[in-house]
Structures are given as C-alpha cells and as structure tokens.
C-alpha cells in the first residue's frame, strides 16, 4: 500500500514538473561553500526550480550540514552505539566488511574495509541506502510530518531510487554517482600512503604527514576518497582537490 502511495505522489510530481518555478538563490547561500552545490540538499528545491526532491523524494532536515555531520546541538553524540560511522551521523552500510575493494599483484598495501572517512562516501554512493537516512535528527525536526520516499543515489530506474527522474529524460542521469559495492574499477583507497618513506621511488613524499601542500590529503597515513575531493570546496570540477591532470602526480612519479 504505501509502495502504490508513493508510486502515486510520485506520478503526480513528475505531471507537476511542467510548471517550474525559480525563486531567487538567497544572499546566505554564499557564506559556507557545501551550499548551492550538489550535496546541499536543503536548497535544492529552490535552486533546480523542482518542488519535487527536499520532502518528498528525502527529507529535508532543515540543514545541510546534518546529512554527513552530526548536528551541532547533539555534539557530543556518539553514532556507533546506533550503527553509525564513527564521528558522522551516518549509518555503516550493511556492505561494509563486502565491498571488492581494488586489488592488484603489484598492490602493497591490501586492505579489506574501507576506513570511516570514505564509509561516510560510500554510504551514499553506494547506492545501497537512502540520502537522508541519518543516525540524530536535527531538534525540533518532525517525524510524524515525514513524507519522503527515502530514495537512494541509484541508477536503477524504480521507486527506491533518485533514477526514477535522474534517468536522464526527466533530469539528468544518477548513475555515474553511484559507485556500488564493486570498487574494483576505481581508484584502491583505505591503504596506507606507500610514499611515506622515500623507499618506494614509484610515490612522491608527503609534505607534511597530513599531506601535500596543493591540498591532496591524507587520513592517518591512508589514501581516502576525501584524499582527491574535497565536498568542501566545489572550485574544481568534480570536487577534485587539484585539476585532474596534476592530481595524480601529486602522489604518482611517472
Ligand atoms: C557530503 C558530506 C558533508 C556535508 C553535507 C558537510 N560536510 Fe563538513 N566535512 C565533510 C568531510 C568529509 C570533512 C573532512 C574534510 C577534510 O578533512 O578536509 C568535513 C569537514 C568539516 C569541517 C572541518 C572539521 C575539521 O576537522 O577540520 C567543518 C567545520 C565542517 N565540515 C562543517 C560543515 C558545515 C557547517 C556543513 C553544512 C553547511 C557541512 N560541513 C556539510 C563532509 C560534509
Ligand atoms: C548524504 C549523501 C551523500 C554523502 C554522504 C556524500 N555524497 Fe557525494 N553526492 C551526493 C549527491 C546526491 C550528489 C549529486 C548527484 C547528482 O545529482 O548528480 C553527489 C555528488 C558527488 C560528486 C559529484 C559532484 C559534481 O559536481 O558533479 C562527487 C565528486 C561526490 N559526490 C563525492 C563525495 C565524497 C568524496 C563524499 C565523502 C566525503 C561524498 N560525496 C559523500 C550525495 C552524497
Ligand atoms: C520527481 C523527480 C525527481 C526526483 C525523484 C529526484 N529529482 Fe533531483 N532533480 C529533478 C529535476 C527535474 C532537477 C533539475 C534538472 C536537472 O538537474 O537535471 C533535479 C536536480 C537535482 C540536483 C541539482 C543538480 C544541480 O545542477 O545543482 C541534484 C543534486 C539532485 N536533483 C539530486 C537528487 C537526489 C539525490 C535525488 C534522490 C534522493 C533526487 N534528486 C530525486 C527531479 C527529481
Ligand atoms: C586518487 C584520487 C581519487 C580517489 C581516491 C577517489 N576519487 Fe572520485 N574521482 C577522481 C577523479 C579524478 C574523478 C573525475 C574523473 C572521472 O570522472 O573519472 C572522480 C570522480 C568522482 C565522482 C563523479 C563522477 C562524475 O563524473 O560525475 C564521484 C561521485 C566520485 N569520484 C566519488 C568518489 C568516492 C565516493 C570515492 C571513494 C570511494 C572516490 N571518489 C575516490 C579521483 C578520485
Ligand atoms: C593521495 C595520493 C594519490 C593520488 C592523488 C593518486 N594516487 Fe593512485 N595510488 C596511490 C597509492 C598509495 C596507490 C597504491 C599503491 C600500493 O599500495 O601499491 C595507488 C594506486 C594506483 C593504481 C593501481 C596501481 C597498482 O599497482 O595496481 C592506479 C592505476 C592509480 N593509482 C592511478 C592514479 C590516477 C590515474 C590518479 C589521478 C586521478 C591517482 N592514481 C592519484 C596514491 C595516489
């Protein structure tokens, strides 16, 4: 019943979105550097011109902050007693200890989880678990007023997934955002940094050990997905932390 309900609010939606509406982007929006990109989810309406995401297809907290950090007034909060990721308000993928993560003869460093940093990525863009399902809730945010559908970032176009409109004809299309599970094809991250020490002559030394100087980070020793990207700064496309073609010989010696 309330799959065919939601079938049914959906259905009305999509109709609705021949009527779009573009309200002015406010003046705050510029003061923190998540806001207007693509992973602030409480503007999102207002700036596509759709009444058809924030509430409906994921709730709308109120904050854009809360869908990765734990709110500020639930500060001390620890997630992991609730299943969450440690120091975020997300919950670990049912898939954590499951992900194929990148193996290869020549990999030093094999690694068989990915750490909570990039759990934290994966946890969206594993396309396994809905954007807006977060451990705390902001205060004063109601659940009994929940209406949303609790979609997930994957390109499978039905009612559980953002690709039943980001399919490409209704919006353009999810699925090169959805990493999955199988991050055979993707960079390896988790494993410790090999260019620690300047004994691998195929990696370049960090400048400090939480880094190098163009930005490119490391999370205690290891190479992270937030190592490239930083979702903090949206100044180069994709979120990258330095353009694609010096990003790799930051760490790589070819
Ligand atoms: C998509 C997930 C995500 C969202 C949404 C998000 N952040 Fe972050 N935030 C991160 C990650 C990942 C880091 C760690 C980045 C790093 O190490 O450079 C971080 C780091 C921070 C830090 C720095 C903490 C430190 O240890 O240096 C602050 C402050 C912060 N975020 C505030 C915010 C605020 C305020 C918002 C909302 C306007 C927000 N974040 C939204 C993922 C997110
Ligand atoms: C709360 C869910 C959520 C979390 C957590 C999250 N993302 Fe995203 N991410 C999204 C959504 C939604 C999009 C936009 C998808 C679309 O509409 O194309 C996105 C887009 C992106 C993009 C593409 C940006 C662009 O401009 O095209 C990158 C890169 C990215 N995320 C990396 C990360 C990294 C790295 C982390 C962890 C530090 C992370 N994301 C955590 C939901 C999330
Ligand atoms: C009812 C249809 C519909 C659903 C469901 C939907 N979207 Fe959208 N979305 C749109 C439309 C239409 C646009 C504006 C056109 C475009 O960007 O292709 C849009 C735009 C966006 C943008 C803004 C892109 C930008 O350039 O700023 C993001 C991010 C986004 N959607 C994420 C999501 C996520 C995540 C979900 C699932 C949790 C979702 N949407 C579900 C219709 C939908
Ligand atoms: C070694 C650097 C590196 C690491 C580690 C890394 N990425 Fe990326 N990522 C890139 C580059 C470069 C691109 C853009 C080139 C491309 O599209 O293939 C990209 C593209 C993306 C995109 C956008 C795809 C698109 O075209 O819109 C997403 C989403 C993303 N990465 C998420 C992640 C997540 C999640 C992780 C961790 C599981 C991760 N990345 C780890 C370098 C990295
Ligand atoms: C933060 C540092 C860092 C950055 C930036 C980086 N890499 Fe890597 N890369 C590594 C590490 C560390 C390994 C694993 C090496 C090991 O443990 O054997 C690796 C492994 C690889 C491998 C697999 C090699 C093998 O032995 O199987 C490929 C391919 C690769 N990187 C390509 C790239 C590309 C392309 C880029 C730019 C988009 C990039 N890397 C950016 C650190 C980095």
């Given amino acids: 019943m309330k799959q065919r309900l939601n079938q049914f609010i959906l259905s009305i939606t999509i109709l609705s979105l021949g009527c779009v509406i573009s309200l002015p982007v406010s003046a705050a929006e510029g003061t923190n550097t998540i806001l207007g990109t693509k992973h602030d989810f409480t503007g999102l309406n207002q700036r596509t011109g759709v009444v058809a995401m924030s509430g409906l297809a994921f709730s709308d907290y109120g904050s854009s902050c809360v869908y990765c950090h734990i709110p500020p007034e639930q500060e001390d909060a620890d997630s992991t007693p609730f299943g969450g990721i440690e120091g975020w308000n997300r919950f670990l993928p049912a898939t954590e200890h499951s992900y194929d993560l990148y193996n290869s003869r020549t990999l030093d460093n094999k690694v068989k989880s990915p750490s909570p940093i990039s759990l934290l990525c994966l946890s969206c863009h594993d396309g396994t678990m809905g954007v807006d ?15 949303a559908m609790h979609l997930r970032i994957n390109g499978d176009n039905n009612t559980m997934n953002c690709a039943k409109c980001h399919n490409g004809r209704v919006a353009h299309n999810i699925a090169i955002k959805h990493i999955g599970t199988d991050l055979t094809n993707d960079h390896p991250i988790s494993m410790r940094y090999a260019g620690l020490s300047s004994k691998d002559l195929d990696f370049r030394q960090p400048d400090s050990p939480y880094g190098f100087d163009n930005g490119v ?38």
């Fill in 217 to 254: 980070k490391l999370y205690d020793e290891r190479v992270e997905c937030a190592s490239c990207h930083n979702v903090h700064n949206p100044d180069i496309q994709v979120l990258l932390r330095d353009r694609a073609d010096r990003l790799c010989e930051t760490c790589h010696i070819k």
């Fill in 133 to 147: 399902m977060t451990v705390f809730r902001p205060n004063g945010w109601r659940s009994s007023e929940d209406a």
